[in-house]
Nanobody, 122 residues
Framework: GSAAGVWGGLVQAGGSLRLSCAFS????????IGWFRQAPGTEREGVSC???????SSSDSVKGRFTISTNIAKNTVYLRMNSLKPEDTAVYYC?????????????????WGKGTQVTVSS
């Protein structure tokens, strides 16, 4: 299996972005997909999660602003980010954990997508 994250970018504070992550090659019906981020000098942290059972979670710092969703037909998971703040600036990663169907998830993912830079200017 694999995961590929794309479509970061530069946006002004208060703006919106949508990240997408395409995954493929997975045969297990149970999985959890997480979005994570890592700012310079900090540890990677979980942002949002969605599982094959429909469970979702978001960190307190993004709750109410970020929404995770999936398009199973396209094998894609999205992260819609609204009301962006400069502190949201980071490299964002998607990750897939197989044989798991609840959220949140930690950093022990089976597959990681390529990180994408999100920069929010003030």
């Amino acid at each position: 299996g694999s995961a590929a994250g794309v479509w970061g970018g530069l946006v002004q504070a208060g703006g919106s972005l949508r990240l997408s992550c395409a995954f493929s090659g997975f045969t297990d019906d149970h999985y959890a997909i997480g979005w994570f981020r890592q700012a310079p000098g900090t540890e990677r942290e979980g942002v949002s999660c969605i599982s094959s059972d429909g469970d979702t979670s978001s960190s307190d710092s993004v709750k109410g602003r970020f929404t995770i969703s999936t398009n199973i037909a396209k094998n894609t998971v999205y992260l819609r980010m609204n009301s962006l703040k400069p502190e949201d600036t980071a490299v964002y990663y998607c990750g897939v954990l197989m044989r798991w169907s609840s959220c949140p998830v930690g950093l022990g993912m089976d597959y990681w997508g390529k990180g994408t830079q999100v920069t929010v200017s003030s």
